[in-house]
């Protein structure tokens, strides 16, 4: 336990000290919350911000999906508690949305959950796997989300380092014997948040086998699975797409459970909508722990994700066309300015590794960028140990206003 430094006095004056669980002390991300003063110091000096600092799209849900959610608003049936039987329709829908794009089979009564956002699945999947002190191997940099997961369960984490001359994979045999022998589980990421990194289907093949061999639950989160922006061209791409998905290693679903999200490729992030896909007893084991917590996303929301899932598809394609001429335009104006950055081939951020003298001083970088200039973009570091020395910045602006940031970067470096 940590013991507040704050007294609490009581109506009659007696004193008592407020304790807290010692793994508040982990879930403390600093790093964005300097961030966020800055923001804020920003604010109050008058500047405009231009804020690229946060994933969240810029881009509205479709009207068909509103529509099907204002409907369900207006059925008072669906005020109510839902229960597990209750989410059929979705996940049939989610089952044969992932059929449709992979072509493996997917059983929407045991192999399918629904999740209030696909952050609320990884975060609670390591209740039902971890316990106190075993590791959990994650990406670094990575989603932080993952490690506040693992750090909810008091598990401990094992960084695998993500660098550019092994194209933002991690070296599984670089894991030291000791830590694998007490690792339950292995998160993966690609396309990868923050770095844009894109994974080819041998390295998910090398990740079971892995797997299977040490025992670890494999977990994909796999929120870009539609924002990718490249064409296929070796005869593998072709057949696995840019992006595959962990079950096509894992087709039978050994080891692995997939994360999906409706918050990028249906622009529904507010709505907090996702589903998890993969091996039976890891989707029971999740909604075990998921029966204590919550009982399911409302169901007009589901209503409005199964519009999205089952209808016309071409408002994802027109999404992906938006991110990629606002890559297209960032990139190109940053290489204006002199800042060469690597042209990400998919998700909705640019991985920017800082000139000098900023090498080294990603959160510094950032807070003077935004204090100075309104411009707020994420601190590499705030992703982890192997993100200091980068910037994330998120294209979640018209290109005209993206011109303007790096104008005022240009200004700033
Ligand atoms: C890797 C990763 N996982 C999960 C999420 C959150 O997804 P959701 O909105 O479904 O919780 C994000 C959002 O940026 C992400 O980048």
Known sequence: MVRDTKFVTNGKGQVSQMLFAKRLEFLQTNVFADMDKA??????????LIDLSLGSSDLPAETHVVEAIVRSLQDRSTHGYLLFHGTEAFRLAAARWYEQKFAISVDPETEVLPLIGSQEGTAHLPLAIIDPGDF??????????HAGGVYLASGQIYPMPLRAENNFLPVFADIPGPVLAQARMMVLNYPHNPTSAIAPLSFFQEAVAFCQQHNLVLVHDFPYVDLVFEEAKSKEETQTGLAPSVLQADPDKTVSIEFFTLSKSYNMGGFRIGFAIGNAKLIRALRQVKAVVDFNQYRGILNGAIAALTGPQDAVKATVATFRHRRDVFIDALARIGWQVPTPKATMYVWAQLPPPWQQNSVEFCTRLVETTGVAASPGAGFGKFGEGYVR?????????LKIAVQKIAEFL
């Open 39 to 48: 923001k804020a110091k920003a604010l109050a000096a008058g500047r405009q």
């Open 136 to 145: 959990a191997l994650l990406l670094d940099p990575g989603y932080p989300s």
């Open 393 to 401: 910045f998120a294209l979640v602006h018209e290109p005209a206003v």
